[in-house]
């Protein structure tokens, strides 16, 4: 009578084994790090934003004109306290914007601050609170204050007129070079952490955790504790790096392109682009270490198949942050039919790719183990009806299957992703559920089973307790095998213009641009990251099963 | 033997219903319905449809009956439209219909065009390229695995594992656009990547017509048999591994026969013959691979026309061919147990 074998408790040791352990986790790291990596706005920027200065300046008389209105009552209906509260609330951003972006020694920032407090006695004052008609007193006050704005936005204006010479003169001088006239001056910000949604925050700040319990075993108060206490940082960040007044993170590049945004120091990512930034003028541009992808000024090729159609060339523009137009590192993998950066597509279609395979291979272990028990341990309708869905859905070719459904799945209005991942689940959790019934079956009558039943334990403790864990092995090892076949599948079913919608990329949806013979490079960087990605978890999934057989056979 | 294999052909019975129940739910899970399609799609105006022949067109094909009623009548054999079997209420003008009866319907936006007829004419060239796939997946890969297990350790048979490993992990697609790539027209030449025959091909003349049709083959089968051939040579490897180390072997050799006569006449036989299964496995591998490989090359298979039929909203045809493809499968899986039955007398047929 041997012991009973647990499930592996520890990744096997081989030289393969840890190859593709390590290849998984790159890959997994490079997509939850891909809005580090790749990222059309900058990591920092210390700039003053002219575009959101003038904005803020010219919507303050008619703001305060709001405000001043919100406090009486207008026909007979009385003011709401909460939309005095958002007037009140829009001014101050404004006012929090101008003061940012100004001296604080200067006259104007003396302004500025006497104006913010002027409208904050003015909330406090005795009777603002109440909705019936203002005393003549306040009343006047509030003229006088908004009186105020409309100097305060005068006097803005006429001090912009310097810093828009500035940002003539930064246009034609080096980088970093920024002269601003006196009342004003740059502030700081971090637009790519400010655009960073609380589930990215968590994985960035999860993955160390999770690679270190996937490399030396899980270690479980010290990872759960971990655990709580990145989920709370995840949210403290996202809460406090909420983007600053003013800096708009969208097409931050274009603003700072055409002088509205004069910067004096800014840090890209190693990227510089945005997964769905276009770029017509660079469609289909070979990666741009080829000399066959090397452009004149006028956007022409100089040399390769398409040096003499000139026809539809146009200039490259070169935007703030991105390397030089023949630059080696422009496009590493190249750019796609709408001049896409190939290579910003790929990292963060990894994150579509790789989340719909890791969520279809959770989705397909939990029902394959649940329905595999159960029709392990019962022998009449359940296990009739298993066997009945198992044939029928293994009697379809499933990447046919698939297609079929996730075609149907999003117009009754399910996520295109999460579709993709249910779906695929769906077609191919009976392979699990029959490893675990055979398994079961063949565990349920040992000795270990007998005793637990005969010392008086539940039925669902005797399965969860005592056989689950001794069926479970194979589960594991058919869950590595699954990794690699959602990611087969959900690339191809990409690849058919089916699953991601676009502009949304993975590495199938990538993998469509390249249509023609002659845009094959394409198929190079996407191609590569499916194979390893399959590849690594058929390793691991190799290394486990000799792993298993090994105990078993101890 | 004659009572188990029928035993085993009604066990088939719930699996074809189980099928036909999948697929009609998959239809009508699919966006929008015949009648949108057939009167110009989402996009046209109303007023320019016939609202009259609109309706006419809903009622005939019982749009707006309820489910079962739509499933009784897509199963056949009695049609159930208002034209239908007089026993569903119907004028008895065209009583069958319906699966059971054959009928696979017509095209929504080529009414002329039967699928049935279109699905033999594309089945003609699905069904010998997957024969000839199934042939070189077991052909070569059953050896290859012996092979790869008898000389495990060596030089070549690393270099083949290696190989074997990233033919496997390679996405079917990919491979094919690949092998376009490489060998077509932009870049070796060496092989025709589209379609099936030249364009200059002469069907008056067999034998060059035979070598076009060859040659334009070649590329399609190699990307549709490689992931296949690397993960049956593999598992072919390992059972044979696993016999290798039997009891029976040992006590062969120690019988004194020769390590050849070992192999064939004790190895090889208990081997593969459980690896027959995986023949009727790999007939799903195959269809569903031939989408990929039939769109990525425009073959006219049944693969290309699913997905045609998935892509213009053509759902009768899409039904029509995952139906026919699981009804395939479930055939292979049926052959592949009773040939291992037949093979194998230690497999019992209940």
């Given at each position: 009578m041997t012991e009973p074998t647990h499930t592996a408790r520890r990744w096997p040791r081989t030289w393969g084994a840890r190859c593709a352990l390590w290849t998984l986790l790159a890959l997994v790291a490079s997509a939850v790090y891909a809005p580090f990596l790749a990222n059309g706005a900058p990591l920092y920027l210390r700039a003053f934003d002219l575009r959101a200065v003038r904005s803020a300046s010219a919507a303050l008389p008619a703001l305060a004109e709001e405000w001043r209105a919100s406090f009486a009552p207008v026909a007979s209906i009385p003011a709401e306290p909460i939309v005095r509260a958002a007037a009140r609330a829009s001014l101050e951003l404004r006012l929090e914007l101008l003061a940012r972006s100004l001296d604080p020694r200067s006259e104007l920032a003396a302004h500025v601050e006497r104006t913010a407090q002027a409208v904050d006695t003015l909330a406090h004052a005795p009777g603002a609170a109440q909705s019936q008609p203002l005393d003549p007193e306040l009343n006047a006050r509030l003229d006088a204050a908004v009186r105020e704005f409309d100097a305060l936005a005068q006097a803005v204006e006429a001090a912009l007129v310097g810093a828009a010479a500035a940002a003539n003169a930064a246009n034609t001088?080096?980088?970093?070079?920024l002269d601003l006239p006196a009342p004003w001056r740059t502030s700081e910000s971090w637009p790519l952490l400010a655009s960073l949604s609380f589930g990215s925050w968590w994985f960035a700040l999860l993955f160390p955790l999770a690679a270190w319990v996937a490399l030396c075993g899980m270690r479980t108060r010290a990872a759960s504790l971990a655990f709580a206490a990145l989920s709370l940082a995840a949210i403290a960040l996202t809460l406090g790096l909420r983007a600053p007044p003013g800096v708009a993170t969208r097409n931050l590049k274009l603003a700072i392109g055409a002088g509205e945004v004069l910067v004096e120091r800014a840090v890209f990512a190693p990227v510089p682009y945005g997964f769905e930034e276009t770029r017509l003028s660079e469609a289909l541009r070979p990666p741009t270490w080829l000399p066959s992808a090397e452009l004149d000024a006028q956007g022409r090729y100089v040399r390769g198949a398409r040096a003499g159609a000139a026809g539809a060339a146009r200039p490259v523009e070169v935007r703030a942050g991105e390397p030089s137009l023949n630059s080696w590192r422009r496009h590493l993998l190249g750019a796609d039919?709408?001049?896409?950066d190939v290579l910003a597509r790929v990292l963060w279609g990894g994150r579509v790719s790789l989340g719909v395979a890791f969520a279809a291979v959770l989705a397909l272990l939990a029902l394959g183990i649940v329905a595999g028990l159960l029709a392990g341990v019962s022998r009449g309708a359940f296990d009739a009806l298993f066997l009945f869905v198992a044939q029928t859905l293994q009697s379809f070719p499933s990447l046919f299957l698939i297609l079929v459904a996730v075609a149907a799945l999003p117009a009754h209005g399910v996520h295109p992703q999460a579709a993709t991942a249910l779906v695929i689940a769906a077609v191919s959790w009976t392979g699990v559920a029959r490893l675990v019934r055979a398994q079961v079956r063949a565990v349920r009558e040992r000795e270990w089973v007998l005793a637990a039943r005969a010392s008086g334990l539940s039925p669902a403790r005797v399965l969860f307790a005592h056989i689950a864990p001794n069926a479970l092995a194979p589960a594991l090892v058919s869950g590595a095998f699954a990794l690699g076949g959602a990611v087969l599948a959900e690339s191809a079913t990409s690849f058919l213009g089916f699953g991601v919608q676009p502009p949304v990329p993975s590495w199938g949806a990538v993998l469509r641009e390249s249509s023609a013979v002659e845009h094959a490079w394409i198929l190079l960087g996407p191609g590569l990251l499916v194979f390893a990605a399959v590849a690594s978890a058929n390793a691991l999934g190799d290394a486990l099963r000799e792993r298993l057989e090994l105990r078993e056979a101890a | 033997m004659a009572r188990a294999v029928l035993r085993r052909l009604a066990l088939l019975l719930p699996t074809l219903l189980g099928i036909t129940l999948l697929t009609f739910a998959l239809l009508h899970l699919l966006p929008g319905d015949g009648a949108a399609l057939r009167f110009g799609g989402e996009g046209a105006d109303p007023g320019a449809v016939d609202a009259a022949a609109f309706e006419r067109f809903r009622a005939e094909h019982l749009l707006d009956a309820p489910l079962w009623r739509q499933y009784l009548d897509y199963l056949g054999p009695f049609d159930l439209s208002p034209r239908g079997h007089t026993w569903f209420g119907g004028s008895g003008e065209q009583p069958w219909g319906g699966l059971l009866a054959g009928d696979l319907g017509h095209e929504?936006?080529?009414?002329?065009?039967?699928i049935a007829g279109e699905l033999a004419q594309r089945l003609a060239i699905t069904v010998p390229m997957s024969l000839a796939a199934a042939a070189l997946i077991f052909g070569i890969g059953w050896p290859l695995g012996v092979l790869l297990a008898v000389r495990r350790g060596s030089a070549l048979a690393r270099a083949l594992d290696a190989l074997l490993f990233t033919l496997y992990a390679l996405p079917t697609f990919w491979l094919a656009m690949a092998l376009q790539s490489l060998l077509g027209g932009g870049g070796l030449g060496w092989l025709p990547v589209v379609g099936l025959h030249g364009r200059d091909a002469d069907p008056s003349q067999p034998l060059s017509y035979a070598l076009d049709t060859l040659a334009h083959a070649v590329l399609p089968l190699a990307a549709l048999v490689a992931p296949s051939l690397a993960y049956v040579a593999r598992q072919a490897r390992s059972s044979v591994l696993e016999v290798l180390d039997a009891d029976f072997v040992l006590c062969a050799r120690a019988r004194g026969l020769s390590e050849r006569r070992v192999l064939w006449r004790h190895v090889v036989p208990n081997a593969l013959t459980p690896l027959v299964t995986l023949a009727g496995q790999t007939l799903p591998w195959l269809v569903g691979g031939w989408v990929v490989v039939e769109t990525v090359f425009e073959l006219p298979g049944m693969g290309k026309y699913a997905y045609d039929g998935l892509m213009r909203r053509e759902y009768g045809v899409v039904a029509a061919c995952v139906l026919l493809s699981a009804l395939l499968t479930a055939l292979g899986h049926l052959l592949s147990d009773l040939a291992q039955a037949w093979i194998d007398p230690r497999v019992r047929l209940d």
């Open positions: 001088a080096e980088a970093g070079v039919s709408l001049g896409r | 929504l936006l080529r009414p002329s065009v039967g």
